[in-house]
């Protein structure tokens, strides 16, 4: 027997609880899903209407990008939006009240508590002070009615748009907005399947809708639906609401699941998270490679694979999970841009550049438009920052290696004019801005250098 499958046996062994645990929780969570929300099998839609695709807007992100879901259903990587609303403007209405009254009823009995214990009370954010409020947690007479609009409408919608059987809602939102909001962080849902039903129409508001990161053919804006109208999608799409700065925005989210499929990845990465924040490493890494099992393409984990060496000290290790969780999946910056970072601390500048340009690449100027999503904007700006000042270390190397310019200056030549152009393009956002404005000023005088003294 070699050495390594005794080593490899605390690691399996991580592995297998790992998969009892979410096998577990999978089957809890579905059992009171089906038990509140009834099942997918329980339909009672018998009028024999059948959907067809004129029923529906698709639009869709690259195959492959979907997450960990995406293989497991038909039509992984499409978002589907009903032409027809699913709700009457009265039933909109109800919801939005139902919510707005169990927010209040959830925030006084909040107080109530708070007054009946001892000493100061310890803050917590409840879903109340968020705004919104969880579906299990509605009055009994709006549970049903979801119940039935799940059974006659969405239920069936889901089925035939993704062909998965045995659906549960297992909980969901009715999310509330109220200006000014900010924009949720990009995100997965924990689900198989998720359904976003428009309670507002979008004269209600400014700004809002529901960001899709990585859409085809699209300006890289929210998508904004009609009031009643739904959108259905894969859970694990990376997507996230707008924020609002004016009026009012609600919606209804409810997150589906599958009998049939334990979502094994995203489920041992919910599971990684928790070990990383209580330093539980080697559980985390169990976590990891238990998702990765499941769904070895898979960005997310890689970027915690990477969070995890670098917490371990493992930099080279941490370097290549990132390069590799940026090379799967594009559209996400955060793989690159860390990359970037951590690369310019290591005192490689132009290894760093190249990771900045390639966030920029991507993004095309979208950031640019007016009404762009303001975590492309922020992250655009980052990376123009970034691309300059790496950009700025390298002349400023290649100047010393150079100091009398008996050799050309070629490196500067040719890419300071880019870094100088990004600069000025972040300058317009802080005008004034005395760092970028020192990093413009030094490299203008390096490319006049390299220009006016080289031999060339
Ligand atoms: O506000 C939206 O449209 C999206 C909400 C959402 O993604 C969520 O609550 O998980
Ligand atoms: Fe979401």
Redesign the pocket.
Known sequence: LSGGIFTSIPCTFGIQECIETVTQKHLAEFEFGSKTFGTSGSNTNNDGRTFDNEAFISRMVKKGYAGPSESKLENGNVIFETKNPILSQEECNYFIDVAKDTIRKEKEADLKYARTVEGEPEWKRTNSDLG?VRLSNLPPHAVTKLRDLLANELYPILVNRFNVQNLAVYDG?I?G?IAPSKS?PV?R?ASLL?L?IALSSPEDFEG???YIEGLENSDGLPLLISKGKA?CHSSSIM????GISNGE?W?L?LFVISQNDVQVARRAHAECLDHIDKCRLENAIAAIETGLQDSPHDHVLHMSKGQVASMRGNEQESIECLAKAAALYPPSHRGAMTLGKMLESKRRPRAALRRFESVLTQIQDKDLLQQAWMPLKATAWDARVSAGRCALLCAEVEAQKNPLALRERSWSKCHLPAAIERLETALMFVPGDEYIISMLDRAKELFYEANTFSTT
């Open positions: 919104e939102l999310l907005n949720q995100h849902d998720t976003n809002g809708g529901t959108l997507h996230a609401g707008n925005r919606v989210v």
